[in-house]
């Protein structure tokens, strides 16, 4: 009876430090899950989800426009042979295919206005003369095609003329033309002869005689002193029209008197013989 007593005591001693009994199955542990693959790892919901049609982003497509052409534009103030003032433009020609027209255009602070609009592409300059003194006009050519549109366009280009000085002397001037000599050269050109009233502005010491022929440069004819107021001039045979102004001045070169300008329709006339004299 004890030594059952003990065998079984014994035998619970043991299994005590034994933790599980003789006869126990030892539970296996569990095996580690596989890895999980980026690829298939679960992708963060975007904040604002995307469309189901979504629009493009991206620059916006640029309209191209057609080149216009560049023209040179150059215009000029000056007198005309009435003393009024007057502004010349003379432009490049267009060079492109479809150009149907010119138009020139003036502008004058707000105020713009068509000086010329023309269908004829061989005119390349225009005559202002509706404007004034001592004012400032900005002028620009445009090209149109048969459609009205511009194809083509200059720069703006001011210009305008001044007033006369007033402080100048006013002097009388008259030519007309008259029947050459031979000694003059009669046979070589057609003859005119200008006469001015002597002037008295107290700085003059030298008069100048200035001739334009037919709307071209301004030529120097004759200049002398104070006691000459008489000057023949000979031109060309094909001439038709010329223009004479004279000028008085001051021993330093400044201009202190002049006269209005005097124009001569000139026709072709049979020399004669006479003295010969420059000066009459």
Not at 20 to 29: G, H, Q, V, Y
Not at 67 to 72: F, S, Y
Not at 94 to 116: H, K, P, Q
Request: glycine residues 8%; aromatic residues 4%; contains cysteine.
């Amino acid at each position: 009876m004890r030594r059952t007593i003990l065998t079984a005591g014994l035998s619970l001693t043991l299994s005590g430090i034994m933790v599980l009994p003789a006869n126990a199955i030892p539970e296996k542990r569990p095996e580690p899950l596989p890895p999980v693959l980026v690829d298939e790892a679960v992708k963060p919901v975007p904040a604002n989800p995307v469309p189901a049609n979504p629009v493009p982003v991206g620059p916006r497509p640029v309209v191209s426009k057609p080149d216009l052409e560049h023209l040179r534009l150059m215009c000029d103030g000056r007198r005309s042979d009435d003393g009024l003032p007057v502004v010349g433009c003379e432009w490049s020609p267009s060079e492109r295919r479809d150009a149907a027209g010119y138009v020139v255009t003036r502008t004058n602070g707000d105020v713009r206005e068509i000086i010329l609009r023309t269908s004829d592409l061989a005119t390349t300059s225009v005559l202002d003369t509706s404007i004034r003194f001592d004012v400032r006009y900005r002028y620009i050519v445009q090209v149109l095609n048969a459609q009205g549109r511009t194809i083509g366009t200059s720069g703006q280009v001011q210009a305008g003329v001044e007033s006369p000085n007033t402080d100048l002397e006013v002097l009388k001037l008259r030519c007309q033309q008259v029947r050459p000599d031979v000694a003059f050269g009669g046979r070589d050109g057609q003859t005119v002869r200008c006469e001015w009233r002597a002037g008295e502005h107290p700085d003059a010491v030298g008069y100048q005689l200035w001739r334009i022929v037919d709307g071209d440069e301004r030529e120097l004819v004759w200049r002398g002193g104070m006691d000459t107021t008489a000057v023949r001039d000979r031109v060309g045979n094909d001439v038709s029209r010329a223009t004479y102004v004279v000028l008085a001045l001051g021993a330093d070169g400044v201009v202190v008197g002049q006269s209005r300008p005097s124009v001569v329709r000139l026709w072709t006339v049979v020399p004669t013989r006479a003295a010969p004299n420059r000066h009459v």
